[in-house]
């Protein structure tokens, strides 16, 4: 499985700025509202310091990162959920990521037009999430007369039609859907309206240069991700030593890349366990809380469906007896069955039969 995150905010926020930077594909990213038409999809590996390690042990011929895919989105105005601004096709778009990235504008920058003519983060992500619950009140509207007349005929579809019916209510004050009080049964009910505000949402402040290093209060809960698409632009040009130096001479650690994607895991629940062989060394990401058989089945099926065992070493272990040999002479390699659930960072090595 690999993440998909969908990039949306108004015009001119510098979503597509940030979307090159962080892909290095170039996305148009004209001084001018709906420069992105068409959604840009990009793969970017997920930064992750254990594989290098891994390799340094196992000498592997390659390499292979999970990965994220990023959808730069184009901007969303007012009335967006009506059509406004070719507002259906970019909410569609939407619809299809896993979750979503609202980059708002911090930055100040006369050169570069604002849809409101301002420079307001508030009232901007109010617009958005105005336009999201506007589109989900839409598919509530129009999905549950069809809800209804299935309940006549099945009992099981009266649940999904009492929740919509609430979160109708929820969303007409101005709510995320996600956001409503619900038992596990109740979101499962409502899952097939794949409603856009049930989506996990980051908030990206996209910054000015001097900004990088400063906490935000935060949005909905959530505190957002302080990235400046310049500097992510210039680093992603320059040579590794170079944007090493660029990022102390700011007083930052790491890209913003890394802590958007840390963050976009976190807020999903996921992390990530390995594979190290000869071939390659590679990460797979999963969902926490899985077990062993549906790790494997994120290989191949094959792997779910014929699972037998797990052999499993902390990647702390493996590192630490220089790889599967002297972990497993030292006692730390362990055999796990179908109930075992993986912890993030273990190398894995699936028995299974079909």
């Given at each position: 499985m690999s993440l998909s995150l969908g990039i949306v905010g108004l015009p001119n926020v510098g979503?597509?700025?940030?979307?090159?930077?962080?892909?290095?594909?170039?996305?148009?990213?004209?001084n001018y509202p709906f420069a992105t038409i068409e959604p840009n999809v990009g793969i970017v590996m997920v930064p992750d310091s254990r594989l290098d390690a891994l390799a340094e042990i196992v000498k592997p011929k390659r390499i292979m990162p999970a990965v994220v895919e990023f959808v730069d989105i184009a901007g969303l105005v007012k009335g967006a959920s009506v059509g406004e601004g070719l507002g259906n096709q970019f909410l569609a778009n939407i619809r299809e990521t896993d979750a979503i990235a609202e980059v708002v504008r911090y930055f100040s920058d006369p050169n570069v037009i604002h849809v409101e003519g301002r420079v307001n983060p508030e009232s901007d992500v109010e617009t958005i999430r105005t336009e999201l619950v506007l589109a989900d009140l839409g598919t509530i509207e129009r999905s549950l007369p069809r809800l209804e007349k299935e309940a006549k005929r099945d009992k099981a579809i009266e649940l999904r039609v009492?929740?919509?019916?609430?979160?109708?209510?929820?969303?007409?004050?101005?709510?995320?859907?996600?956001?409503?009080p619900m038992t596990p049964e109740e979101r499962a009910a409502i899952y097939d309206l794949h409603l856009l505000t049930m989506k996990p949402m980051l908030y990206v402040a996209n910054v000015d240069e001097s900004q990088v290093a400063?906490?935000?209060?935060?949005?909905?809960?959530?505190?957002?991700?302080?990235?400046?698409?310049?500097?992510?632009?210039?680093?992603?040009?320059?040579?590794?030593?170079?944007?090493?130096?660029?990022?102390?001479?700011?007083?930052?650690s790491e890209p913003g890349l890394n802590a958007l994607i840390r963050e976009a895991y976190a807020l999903l629940g996921l992390q990530s366990y390995f594979t190290a062989g000869e071939m390659e060394?590679?990460?797979?990401?999963?969902?926490?809380?899985a077990k062993a058989p549906q790790a494997a089945g994120v290989i191949h099926t094959d792997f779910e469906r014929g699972f037998i065992k797990a052999e499993v070493i902390s990647f702390e272990d493996f590192v630490a007896y220089g790889g599967e040999k002297g972990a497993k002479e030292a006692g730390k390699m362990r055999l796990e069955g179908k109930e075992y659930v993986m912890a993030d960072g273990d190398v894995v090595h699936f028995k299974f039969n079909v």
């Open positions: 979503k597509s700025t940030l979307f090159t930077a962080l892909t290095r594909k170039a996305a148009d990213a004209a009492e929740v919509a019916k609430r979160e109708a209510e929820w969303m007409d004050q101005g709510h995320r859907a996600s956001k409503m400063e906490k935000f209060d935060a949005i909905d809960g959530v505190t957002p991700i302080p990235i400046c698409a310049k500097v992510e632009a210039d680093l992603a040009e320059l040579e590794p030593g170079e944007a090493a130096e660029y990022l102390t001479d700011l007083g930052l060394v590679r990460a797979w990401t999963v969902p926490i809380g």
